[in-house]
């Protein structure tokens, strides 16, 4: 689980969201160990594992888009250019 995922806002504002619902479903278990154990626990864990395999993802996904364009840009480095002479135009300018 990682911890830093609280640091940042959006995450947290939906941690404390669910948790205000827990909450509230906390009266139909017989005391506060057995409402955590056999809910909040698990749902806490299912969240950030969630939310580590997305991060995961789209970490993963960024890193091909970048090795993409690195690639494009080594392969048109690589690649021969046409130059252009230019001829001077003296003279012949009416």
């Not at 594992?49 to 995961?56: D, P, Q």
């Not at 890193?63 to 080594?74: A, G, Q, T």
Request: glycine share 2%; net charge negative; charged share 30%.
């Amino acid at each position: 689980m990682n911890a830093k995922l609280v640091e940042e806002a959006p995450f947290r504002d939906q941690l404390q969201q669910d948790w205000s619902k827990w909450e509230h479903q906390r009266k139909k278990y017989l005391n506060i160990v057995t409402w955590w154990e056999s809910s909040v626990k698990k749902k806490i864990q299912c969240i950030f594992m969630t939310e580590g395999k997305e991060r995961a993802r789209d970490d993963k996904m960024m890193e091909n888009v970048y090795s993409i364009c690195v690639y494009d840009i080594l392969q048109e480095l690589t690649q021969p250019r046409e130059v252009y002479q230019i001829t001077p135009v003296e003279g012949q300018i009416n």
